[in-house]
T-cell receptor, first 114, second 111 residues
Framework: NAGVTQTPKFQVLKTGQSMTLQCAQDMNHEYMSWYRQDPGMGLRLIHY???????DQGEVPNGYNVSRSTTEDFPLRLLSAAPSQTSVYFC?????????????FGDGTRLSIL | KQEVTQIPAALSVPEGENLVLNCSFTDSAIYNLQWFRQDPGKGLTSLLL?????REQTSGRLNASLDKSSGRSTLYIAASQPGDSATYLCAVGGSNYKLTFGKGTLLTVNP
């Protein structure tokens, strides 16, 4: 059971480049989300999805796009990378945010924008 | 807007000591509260989840309590061990499918 898998683990980009951070889960979870973690800021919600075809914005959505075509996958796209997007990105999933089931996190993608 | 505060920001204790980590939140309309552990360079691991209707949850040496009316939760760690050294994060599940995190408590348990 792989849980939540994020790829790549590390990435360096130049300002203005675009890229997609991949997230896949094999637990048939309906709820998936993306967070960024910055020193002194804690984890902040970027986007989330409550099921295939349904996405919504979190606290810090600007500069990021998401889509959810399948239950398993929830990619995060950086449209035009900026140095302010240098961060550690975490994907999480759960059966439901309101259930007694915990959130499962991936190991993160460490992204540097030069 | 929900705000989650964790005190202290850092804590250093000798091995074997019992300790308490604190979490407070501003909006009591929550669905659940979770405590996570994060090791350096790693993702988050869920330790305990308390539903809003519950008062506490226990797992091994860990006990988490929830007082929704006062907006407080505590994580009690009994007989701490060096392997408990990590950052502990509190998160509350609220409306609109959003999980709000505190900034964490960095725990160091010294042998």
């Amino acid at each position: 059971n792989a849980g939540v898998t994020q790829t790549p683990k590390f990435q360096v980009l130049k300002t203005g480049q675009s890229m997609t951070l991949q997230c896949a889960q094999d637990m048939n979870h309906e709820y998936m989300s993306w967070y960024r973690q910055d020193p002194g800021m804690g984890l902040r919600l970027i986007h989330y999805s409550v099921g295939a075809g349904i996405t919504d914005q979190g606290e810090v959505p600007n500069g990021y796009n998401v889509s959810r075509s399948t239950t398993e996958d929830f990619p995060l796209r950086l449209l035009s990378a900026a140095p302010s997007q240098t961060s550690v990105y975490f994907c999480a999933s759960s059966y439901s945010l309101y259930s007694n089931q915990p959130q499962h996190f991936g190991d993160g993608t460490r992204l540097s924008i030069l | 807007k929900q705000e989650v505060t964790q005190i202290p920001a850092a804590l250093s204790v000798p091995e074997g000591e019992n300790l308490v980590l604190n979490c407070s939140f501003t909006d009591s309309a929550i669905y659940n509260l979770q405590w996570f552990r994060q090791d350096p360079g790693k993702g988050l691991t869920s330790l305990l989840l308390i539903q809003s209707s519950q008062r506490e949850q226990t797992s091994g040496r860990l006990n988490a309590s929830l007082d929704k009316s006062s907006g407080r939760s505590t994580l009690y760690i009994a007989a701490s061990q060096p392997g408990d050294s990590a950052t502990y994060l509190c998160a509350v599940g609220g409306s609109n499918y959003k999980l709000t995190f505190g900034k964490g408590t960095l725990l160091t348990v010294n042998p």
